[in-house]
């Protein structure tokens, strides 16, 4: 039972590039979230999922896009990447009826 | 109104005191409230949480007290050690809605 898998943990792009941050779950979570995490400013929600086809933004969307074909992945792409997105990207999920996040280790990403 | 403001910002504590960190929200439709602990490098992970029905909450060293009226509560550690040295985060949520997270506070206990 490896919980939630997050890969790659470590990345620097140059801006303008495009990646996917990857992300899968083993737990049949319906619930899925990715966040974002800057120094000082806590956990910011950048799109999340209720399940499979389901997605809604959050807070911070801006320069992000996701997808949802499966319970299991829910990949995070970001398109003509910019030196605000440097930051350290988590996933998180949780089942139906019970609000405990389960987050993955994270991916830091430095846009340069 | 979606807010959780958490403080304070940092805290040093000696071996053997007591942790105190503090939070305040505004939606009254919250009804979920978590804490995480996270260890450099690592994701946040689940340390306790309360729901509005009750006042405290105690799991070993670690407790939550709750004040509704006030729109408050609190993670107290008792004893703290030196493997309590971590970032943690309070957050809120109503029902299984997405939750809503605190700012942080990188707590440090010396020996």
């Known amino acids: 039972n490896a919980g939630v898998t997050q890969t790659p943990k470590f990345r620097i792009l140059k801006i303008g590039q495009s990646m996917t941050l990857q992300c899968t779950q083993d737990?049949?979570?319906?619930?899925m979230y990715w966040y974002r995490q800057d120094p000082g400013m806590g956990l910011k929600l950048i799109y999340y999922?209720?399940?499979?086809?389901?997605?809604d933004k959050g807070e911070v969307p801006n320069g992000y896009n996701v997808s949802r074909s499966t319970t299991e992945d829910f990949p995070l792409r970001l398109e003509l990447a910019a030196p605000s997105q440097t930051s350290v990207y988590f996933c998180?999920?949780?089942?139906?009826?019970?609000?405990?996040?389960?987050f993955g280790s994270g991916t830091r990403l430095t846009v340069v | 109104q979606q807010q959780v403001k958490q403080s304070p910002q940092s805290l040093i504590v000696q071996k053997g005191g007591i942790s105190i960190i503090n939070c305040a929200y505004e939606?009254?439709?919250?009804?979920?409230f978590p804490w995480y602990q996270q260890f450099p490098g690592k994701g946040p992970a689940l340390l306790i949480a309360?729901?509005?029905?009750?006042s405290e909450k105690k799991e070993g060293r670690f407790t939550i007290s709750f004040n509704k009226s006030a729109k408050q509560f609190s993670l107290h550690i008792m004893d703290s050690q030196p493997g309590d040295s971590a970032t943690y985060f309070c957050?809120?949520?109503?029902?299984?809605?997405?939750?809503?997270f605190g700012t942080g506070t990188r707590l440090q206990v010396f020996p």
């Open positions: 737990m049949n979570h319906n619930y």
């Open positions: 309360i729901r509005p029905d009750v």
């Open positions: 957050a809120a949520g109503a029902n299984t809605d997405k939750l809503i």
């Open positions: 999922s209720v399940g499979a086809g389901i997605t």
């Open positions: 939606n009254t439709a919250f009804d979920y």
């Open positions: 998180a999920s949780n089942p139906t009826g019970n609000p405990g996040y389960t």
